[in-house]
């Protein structure tokens, strides 16, 4: 798992995927912090907390995300090096978890100089130092376990076909429904709103974000993530046999 794991972070860095990703995530998210006008913009709000951060991020990285793992598996199939590397003295569960580990990384990496934001929004407080730090370690908990999730994702979607393009998109669509969709379908039938609800990663990243880390809402992360990795397992297998 470890060669597979370096392999994916030399490539990323190896070409422009990893600082292009990095530099985007920091780009998007400063702009709209910072300079454009409008709800996500954290001067005009007059509040000195992290919530437009936490509020916009989910969105730029349901597309940031399938774009880092589109490749994963997708690339292998088209240049046909799939069969070479399941041929590996290695299992798929560490091939997978070598993947998606690599993309985890990736974003990480991105949202760490995001602590920087935390530090000046601190010293803008009145009086300084006002900052719910509670809330705002919550959410970048949460937004740890929604990263992972969005990865697992990604990874499976790349299984399914040896069009980048095509596992981009089908991922962006599953990314956005499991975050947003049940929303949606909870607002048809108000009767079962709050179960249909908490099968979404919206509703359990909103729960940690209120600065109270409650194990349901990380086995409901880690269940997504391992699930999607599962998937991802037995579709390599069926194509091993």
């Not at 010293?123 to 900052?131: F, Q």
């Not at 039938?189 to 908490?198: D, F």
């Not at 099968?199 to 269940?223: N, P, W």
Request: proline share 3%; aromatic share 16%.
């Amino acid at each position: 798992m470890k060669t597979i794991l370096l392999h994916e972070i030399k490539s990323f860095f190896g070409s422009t995927i990893g600082y292009l990703v990095i530099a985007l995530f920091l780009i998007l998210n400063g702009l709209f912090l910072w300079v454009f006008k409008g709800e996500y913009n954290i001067l005009d709000s007059g509040f000195a907390d992290m919530t437009p951060f936490f509020s916009l991020s989910p969105w730029i990285l349901i597309f940031l995300i399938p774009a880092v793992t589109m490749r994963s598996f997708s690339d292998e199939k088209k240049q046909g090096t799939l069969e070479l590397l399941l041929t590996k003295p290695l299992s798929i569960w560490e091939i997978v978890n070598g993947k998606f580990l690599g993309a985890l990384l990736l974003i990480v990496m991105a949202i760490i100089p995001t602590f920087i934001y935390v530090v000046a929004i601190s010293r803008l407080g009145m009086p300084e130092g006002n900052i719910d730090m509670g809330s705002t370690i919550g959410s970048y908990f949460g937004l740890l376990f929604l990263v992972g999730a969005y990865s697992a994702i990604g990874i499976f979607t790349s299984a399914l076909s040896d069009n980048q393009i095509v596992a981009f998109i089908i991922s962006v669509f599953m990314c956005f429904f499991f975050y947003f969709g049940f929303d949606g379908l909870a607002s048809i039938s108000p009767i079962y709103s709050t179960m249909i609800k908490a099968l979404g990663m919206q509703d359990h990243f909103k729960s940690m974000g209120r600065g109270v880390i409650d194990t349901r809402d990380i086995l409901y992360f880690i269940s997504l993530t391992v699930l999607f990795l599962s998937l991802t397992v037995y579709k390599l297998k069926s194509l091993k046999l």
